[in-house]
């Protein structure tokens, strides 16, 4: 029996409403470059963040899987997130904290 922690439980409150794509400078690059390429979703936004963050805290994900999940979020543009105020969850999620956040020390190593 695995247990996984309140952060988890947390994420798995997500309903997939997508309001946190409101206002997502990293999500806005898409529509920006999708203009001029066939890649219409090259860049990653706080719901595909949310979904590989909880894959990394899952107790379940082999540890080998999640170095490469954290090279998936670098590819989606989490760098984009670094200087960004925050995100917005419609509910309640606190996006900054239990995904951005952690994601950005462990690709980076930036609190």
Same mark, same amino acid.
């Given at each position: 029996?695995?247990?996984?922690?309140?952060?988890?439980? @947390?994420?798995?409150? $997500?309903?997939? $409403?997508?309001?946190?794509?409101?206002?997502?400078?990293?999500?806005?690059?898409?529509?920006?470059?999708?203009?001029?390429?066939?890649?219409?979703?090259?860049?990653?936004?706080?719901?595909?963040?949310?979904?590989?963050?909880?894959?990394?805290?899952?107790?379940?994900?082999?540890?080998?899987?999640?170095?490469?999940?954290?090279?998936?979020?670098?590819?989606?543009?989490?760098?984009?997130?670094?200087? $960004?105020?925050? $995100?917005?969850?419609?509910?309640?999620?606190?996006?900054?904290?239990?995904?951005?956040?952690?994601?950005?020390?462990?690709?980076? @190593?930036?609190?």
């Amino acid at each position: 029996n695995v247990d996984a922690d309140k952060t988890y439980h @947390n994420l798995t409150s $997500c309903i997939e $409403c997508y309001a946190c794509l409101n206002g997502c400078p990293l999500h806005e690059k898409n529509r920006y470059e999708s203009k001029n390429n066939d890649e219409p979703y090259k860049y990653g936004n706080p719901f595909s963040l949310l979904k590989i963050q909880r894959l990394i805290i899952d107790p379940l994900t082999p540890e080998f899987e999640k170095s490469k999940l954290i090279e998936k979020a670098k590819d989606l543009g989490l760098e984009v997130c670094i200087d $960004c105020p925050g $995100c917005k969850c419609g509910v309640g999620i606190n996006l900054k904290d239990e995904v951005i956040k952690p994601l950005l020390k462990k690709a980076y @190593n930036i609190n």
